[in-house]
C-alpha cells in the first residue's frame, strides 16, 4: 500500500520545526507503524538524505520508549497499544497520516520526533520508592497482601512510563502516570508508611516541572496503552488531600 | 594464561558464606571515597547501582534509553524462581541448584551456582519489600506457578510482566538514590570503549546520544551490566538498541570473552511474517501446556490448517518426545520446529524462499476446557498474538517458530565477577558464569537481581579494599587516547560515504549467523560463516553509508557503531561454535548426536568454559580454558523422552 | 499558614479550591432557584421572599459578601489554571483530536467566563435595575420591589427571556462537567458508585437547566401574566 505522511521534523531542540511531506509505496499491512518508518528511513538514507529520528526499543508495547502521535491520537488509532503494536492493516492505501512528537512544555524536542521525558524520571526521584535498602527485607510472607488488593497495585504499576498521558492531556498534565506511581505504592502494605510523604513530594516535583492542570477530561485514560483507570487520579486527590490537611 | 576463577574451598553449602567472610571490608565512612561506574540500568545494573550506593559508594550510571526504567530486562514476561518451597512440594537451595546445572547442560560452575540457587530467597523478600506487585493467593500470599519444565512450582511472578515490575523495583530504588545525591544518572549516554590503565579498568569513554559529545569518566571500579549480544542475529527478541558493544569494547582491551557460542533460541515466537521485519515477539512458554504443536505431514502442504485432517498432521514433538511431549525443553522444541521446517513442512507466509512456521494450536484445548477457561490462562497472550499477526488464535491455530532470545555467554568473570581485567566487573547476562550452555526458565530475572543486590556489593567492596589504586582523572593521558580513538572510529563510520545502509549490513550478517550458527550448526556452515564475516565487514568499512552529523543526534550512527562490533564479534562466536566439538544444551553440532538426533556431550573433551582472548581484528584470538570440576553433581544425560 | 497557601496553590490544591468553590455556587444557584421557582405560588409568595431578604440586610449582606468571595475565588483560579495550562503545552498540535473529553469540559472556561458576563449584565438587570428601567424600576408603596411583576415584565420581552435561556443553557453545560467533576475531585471515586454519582451530577444538571428555564418559559407562553389591573 501506499501512504501520505506529514511528519515533525525539527533538527533541533532549539530550532524551529516544521511538518514535511513524504509519499512512501510499498508498505505491507504486515509491518509495524514503526517499521514502516524504518522503510521510510531506509529510503531517506538511500537518496542521502537525513532520516526521521524517532524513538522505539522494545518494539513489543512495554518498554514505553516509542512516542508518536498519529493523527492527533497518541500511540494512533489502536486501543490499548503502543506505536510500536500498531499494524499498518489498520490503515487504507492511500492514506494521509499525519505524525507528530508527544507535545508538552516538560517533554522538550530532542531531534524530530524524539522527546526528552527526564521529567518522569525527577517526579521518581522525589518519592515513587518504598526506602528498604538491600538485605534488610523480612521474609516475602511476612507481610500479606490480599490477592484484590495485589491486583490492583498491579493495575495500576502496569504504567510503563511513556507519557502519553501527558500527550493526550488536554492540559498536558501528568496526573495518571504520578497517580499510577502514587496508587501501585500506596495501596500495598510494604509502601503504606511512606504514602503521605510519598503524595506530597511527588505531586510538587510534577508541579515544578511544568506539568498542566488535571481538569478531570479523561483523554489520558482513552489513551493510556495500558488502559490505566483515571480511578487512580481520584485516589490520588485523596491522599493529597490527606497529607497535606493531615499528616505532619 | 591462567585463569583462576577464585571459587572458595570447602564444601558447596558453606563456600558463599566462608567467603563473604573471608573478604576484606571497606570502613562506611571510606566508601564515599570510591568512585563506581555502573554501565547498563537493567535488573543487574540498577539493583547494582542502587545497592552501591546505599552502601555509601559514589555511583555513576549509565544508560543510552532515554530512562534506566526502559533497559530490555523490563520485557522478561514469565517469572523469577527461588528456592523458597512456600507450596511445600519439596524445593530447596538444593533442588534449584541441581535443576539449573542439570538444565545448562553441565556447562556452568557448580559453586556460582549454587550461590545464585542460595540468594534466590533474598532476591524474593527484597523484591516484595520494595512493592513489586507479586501474583497473590485469597489469603495474601505470594502465589507460584511451575515453569520451564520443573517439577516443583517455584516460579514467582506478576501476571505476564514480571521483568517489569521487577525492573521498575531496581528502577525506583535507583531513583532513590539519585534523588539523595549518591548516584549520577547519565541517560542517552553510551560506552563506547574501557579505559585500562596499568592493567587495571579506570574508567569508560562515552558518547552523548543528544549532541554526540565524547566524554570520559574515571572510577575505581567498572561494572558492566549491558545485556546479552543475541541481536548479533538481527532479528531476535531484544530489544532495537541491545548490542554487544561495551562487551565487546572491554574485549578488546583486554577482557577475556567465554563461551561465545551459547545462544538461546526460544521457541515460541511469532514468525517473521516478511523481509522487512526488524525485531520478534516472544510469547510466553506457557502456551505449550494446553497448545498442540503440529506441521502437515506432506511437504508443501499449503492447505489452510482446518482443511487438512487430523491423520495428514503430525505432531512432532508428541511422537518424538512421548513423555514430555509439547513441553520438551526451549532447544529441543526449536530445533524439532527447525527440523520440520527445513523439511518443507512449514506453515505460513513464505519468507526469504522458505515457510518458517509451525503451528501450536488450541482447538482440542477449547473442546476439552471451554473458549472461557482458555481465554483466562492465554487473553492477553492470544490478544498480543491477533493484534500482529491480525489472525483470531481461537478460530485459527496460531503460528509460531523460535527466535534467539538469550545468551548464556559473556565476558569471563571469577567466581567475585570480576573479568580478568582487575576492576572490571561483569554482571547479569553480560558474564558468563551461571547458565552454562542453556537456561532455564524464569532465571534469568534470579541471576540479573542476584548478581546485583546480593553478590556484587559484597565482592567489589573486597576489589577495592585489597588493590591500592592510585588516584586517576579523566586528565590521564590514556583517557585522551581513548577519546581521540573513539572519535576518529565516529568520523571513520561517517567519512565512508557509500551505499549502503547500516541495516542492510545488519541483516545480511544476520541471515549468515542464523544460518550457519543459529539452532544447529555444522563444521562446513561454520568454516563458511568465517569466511564470509570478514567479507562483509570489509564492505561495511568500505560501502556502509551513514548521514548526519556526528555531534547531533544521529540514530544511524549509534547503529553503526554497533552493527560494526556485531561484525567482529560474530567471527568469535562462529570460532567458538566450531572448536567445540560436541553438542550441548543450545549449541547444537550435527555431528554430533545421538542415533535419536539428540545433542551428544563430549564430557571428556569439553567439560571446560571456553575462554577467549583478543589478538586484533582478523587475527585468530587465543583459546584458553577453565576446566569445570563437578564436585556434587553427577554429569548424566539429559533426556526428555 | 503558609502550608495553606502552598497547598492551594499546589496543582491538586487548585483542583480542590476549582471543586469547593464549584459546590458553594451549585448551593447557591440552587437556592436561587428554589426562590425563582416561588413565582409558581403566585405573587404573594415570591414578593413575600423578597421582602423577607430586604427586611435582614445584616444576612443578604453577608451572604452577597461570601458568595462574592466564592466567586473571585472560583474565576480567577480558573484563569490562573487555564493559563497555567496553555503554558504546559506552547507548541499546539497541528492534528488535534479528542477521544473522550467532553464538550462540556473542553468548554468551562468558556462557559465560564460566558456566565460571568451574564452575571454581570444579570446583576445590572434585576438587581440594580439599571438595564429595563421601567420594567424593574421600585414599583411598591414603600418603595420595595414588586419582584413578580419585574419577572414577568421582563420576561415577556423576548429578547431578555431568550438572553436567560441561552445564559442557563450555559450553566447546564457547566455544570454538566462540574457536578461529576468534583467528586473525581474530591477522590470519591468508586467503581459501583461512581458512574451513579456521575449520573446523579448530570441529572441535577439538567433539572437546574428545567427549574430556571421553567420561568421565562411559563411567562413566553402565558402561564405566568401580571394580574389583571395591575401596572
Redesign the interface.
Known sequence: MKLILHIWRQPGPKAPGRMERFDLDGISEHMSFLEMLDLLNEKLTAEGKEPIAFDSDCREGICGMCSLVINGVPHGPEKGTTVCQLHMRHFRDGQEIWIEPWRAKPFPIVKDLVVDRSSMDRVMAAGGYVSVNAGSAPDANSVLVGKDTAEQAFEAAACIGCGACVAACKNASGMLFVAAKVSHLGLLPQGREERMRRVRRMVEAMDQEGFGNCTNQYECEATCPKEIPVAFIARMNRDFLKAALFSS | MKLDSKIPGGPLETKWERHRFEMKLINPANKRKHRILVVGSGLAGASAAATLAELGYEVDCFCFQDSPRRAHSIAAQGGINAAKNYQNDGDSVWRLFYDTVKGGDFRSREANVYRLAEVSNNIIDQCAAMGVPFAREYGGTLANRSFGGAQVSRTFYARGQTGQQLLLGCYSALMRQVAAGKVRLHVRMEMLDLVVIDGTARGIVTRNLCDGKIESWAGDAVVLGTGGYVNVFFLSTNAMGCNVTAAWRAHRRGALFANPCYTQIHPTCIPQSGEFQSKLTLMSESLRNDGRVWVPAEAGDTRPPHRIPEEERDYFLERKYPSFGNLAPRDIASRSAKEACDAGKGVGPEVGGQRRGVYLDFADAIARLGREEIAGRYGNLFQMYERITGEDPYSVPMRIYPAPHYSMGGLWVDYNLMSNLPGLHVIGEANFSDHGANRLGASALMQGLADGYFVLPYTIGHFLATHRLEPVSTDHPEFRRIEAEVSERTRKLLAVEGTRSVDSFHMELGTLLWNQCGMSRTKEGLEEALTRIPAIREEFWENVRVPGEGEDFNQSLEKAGRVADFLEFAELMCLDALERNESCGGHFREEYQTEEGEALRDDEHFCHVAVWEFRGVGERPLRHVEELEFENVKLSIRSYK | MG?VAT?FR???????LMALTGILLLFFVLGHMTGNLLIFQGAEALNAYAHWLHDHPKFLWTSRIVLLAIFVIHVTTAIR?KL??M????????????????LA??S?VFTGLLLLAYILFHLLHFTLGVVQKDATGPSGPGGEKDVYAMVVTSFGNPVYAAGYILAIALLWLHLW?GI??F?????????RW?PLFTFLGKALSLLIFLGYVSVPFSVLTGLLKLPAGGN
Do not use: C, D
Not at chain 3, 96 to 102: D, W
Open positions: 502550608w497547598f499546589s496543582s491538586i490544591g487548585s483542583k480542590f489554571l497555567e495550562n503554558a504546559a503545552r506552547p507548541v499546539s498540535y497541528v492534528k488535534g483530536r479528542t477521544l473522550k473529553a467532553t469540559s473542553r468551562m462537567h461529576a467533576s467528586f473525581q475531585t474530591m477522590g470519591w471515586s468508586h467503581p461512581t
